[in-house]
C-alpha cells in the first residue's frame, strides 16, 4: 500500500497549510472561539470561496470531492492550525443533505451563503443510534417533531438544521430552516448548541435513514481523527522546540535522555495515530468501515489525552497558561475525543458487533 498522498491531495494540503498560516493565529482564534457566532464568519466563507465546502461532497452532488482522503487531508491541516471553524457540522450535514437530493441546499453551503449542522445526539443517551426520545408525527398533511437534541456542533449561525428523529418505520431524516437555537461555546471554544422541539414543523427528507446517518457520522469520527493528528503533531513539533530551546543546569532540556524518550513516545503514540487513520480512510464506504473508524476513534482518544498531558509535564508551568498555544491544543485533543462518541464508546461499538 502507498501510504503517501497522491498529487491532488499534496497541492490541496499545501495549499490549505499555506492560507491558514496567513490567516489563522491561536490569538485570533481566542477572540472568536468563546463569543458569539463562535468562529469567524469572514475566515469561513474566505474557507469556501477557496473550495473547502465543496470537498465535503462528490461531484455528482455538486462539490469538487467528497471521498475520505479528502475529508482526512483537509482535517488534518484544520487540526494543524487549530482551526475553530464549523467544518464538522457542515461535513455532516452537506453529506445527509446531498444524499436527499437537496442540491439547492449543498449549493448554498458550498458557496458559503449558509451553513447547516446535524442534530443527533439527545441528553439522555451516550450514543447517537440508540433508540431515541425525540419522534416525528404527521401531522395537516406535513411533519412535526418533538424532543430535545444536544451536542450540535456549528449549530449557533446556522440556517438549516439536519435533526434525525424516530418514525414508525425507523429513523427518518427531517430538514428545519432558521431554527431556534440554544447556542454555547464549547469548552475549547467553538459553537455547539441545543434544540428544544415542540410539536415543530419540518421537512422531511428521508423515512429510513439509518445506514446514511451513520456513514455520515463515520465520516465525521474521520475527520476528527485527522483533526486530532493533525494537533498532535503541532504540539508535538512545539514540545521539541520549546525542549531545544530552555536551559536548565546549562544545558538545554533537549539533551536530557529522560526527556528525550518522553518525546519519542509521543512521537510512537502520533505515528499510530496516523496509520489507524489512513486504515480507516482506506476502509470507509467498505462493510468494515464502522469497525475500523471506531478503532481509530478509540486509538486517536486515548493517544490525544497521553500526547496533551505529557506535553503540559514538558513544558513546565508555562504549559498551563492561556497565553501559551500548547495549552489550547491539548484542550482541543481532549475534546476531540468526546465529540461523536468517546474512547470508551467506540470500545464498546466494537465489542458488542454493531461495529462489524
Known sequence: MDFNLSEDHE????????????????????????????????????????????????????????????????????GGALC???????????????EAGREDIVEQLIAGEARAALAVYEPELACALTP??????EQGGGWVLTGRKSAIYGAPGARYLVVAAKTGAGIGLFLLEDPQIIAAAMADGGGIGELVLDNTPA???????????????DLGRIALCAEAVGAMSSLVDMTVDYLNQRKQFGKALSSFQA??????????????????????????????????????KNLVG?????????????HGGIGMTWEYPG????????????????QSDHLMRIMSGTAA
Open 203 to 217: 421537512e422531511r427528507l428521508s423515512d429510513i435513514a439509518g445506514p446514511e446517518l451513520e456513514q455520515a457520522l
Open 259 to 296: 526527556l528525550q524518550h518522553r518525546v519519542v513516545d509521543m512521537q510512537m503514540e502520533l505515528e499510530q495515530c496516523r496509520s489507524i487513520l489512513i486504515s480507516a480512510v482506506a476502509h470507509y464506504g467498505t462493510p468494515e468501515a464502522p469497525r475500523h473508524v471506531s478503532m481509530a
Open 132 to 137: 431515541m426520545a425525540t419522534v416525528a408525527a
Open 11 to 78: 497541492i490541496l494540503s499545501n495549499t490549505l497549510r499555506r492560507f491558514l498560516s496567513d490567516n489563522t493565529s491561536v490569538e485570533g482564534r481566542n477572540e472568536s472561539a468563546f463569543d458569539a457566532p463562535y468562529h469567524s464568519p469572514d475566515l469561513w466563507m474566505a474557507l469556501c470561496e477557496l473550495g473547502i465546502a465543496g470537498a465535503f461532497v462528490s461531484e455528482d452532488q455538486g462539490g469538487f470531492g467528497g471521498s475520505a482522503q479528502d475529508i482526512a487531508v483537509i482535517f488534518e491541516e484544520l
Open 302 to 314: 486515548r493517544a490525544g489525552r497521553k500526547i496533551a498531558e505529557d506535553s503540559i509535564q514538558l
Open 84 to 98: 475553530v471553524e464549523p467544518a464538522l457540522g457542515t461535513l455532516m450535514a452537506a453529506r445527509l443533505l446531498a
Open 327 to 342: 495549552t489550547h491544543f491539548a484542550k482541543r485533543l481532549v475534546m476531540i475525543d468526546h465529540q461523536l462518541g468517546d
